[in-house]
């Protein structure tokens, strides 16, 4: 974790983001448009091996501010974390 840390690496991370970004695009009729959600949507399912788990759905990097691996975090404004015995949480981003 103390090579992500160093600000050479946070931006060649950044760089990594900018270029690997996807930007989704409206359909043209009611049958290919994903975005944007209509008002109408009740729930949407996030399934998988990684579909309950913050880190991955952050992009699986190690920082503490995109979640642990295992934890029982939230996604939304009020987020509740439950770090594992022996882990740390690093305000250093």
Request: aromatic letters at 4%; a positive charge; charged letters at 20%.
């Amino acid at each position: 974790m103390l090579a992500c840390i160093d600000m050479a690496h946070r931006e060649v991370a950044r760089e990594a983001v900018r270029k690997s970004m996807v930007l989704l695009k409206n359909g043209k009729t009611n049958v290919d448009t994903v975005i944007p959600l209509q008002r109408n949507v009740k729930k949407i399912v996030v399934a998988g091996a990684h579909a309950n788990n913050m880190g991955w759905q952050c992009g699986g990097f190690t920082l503490t501010w995109q979640g642990f691996n295992g934890t029982g975090e939230n996604i939304g404004r009020n987020k509740a974390m439950q770090l594992p015995t022996g882990k740390t949480r690093a305000n250093q981003n």
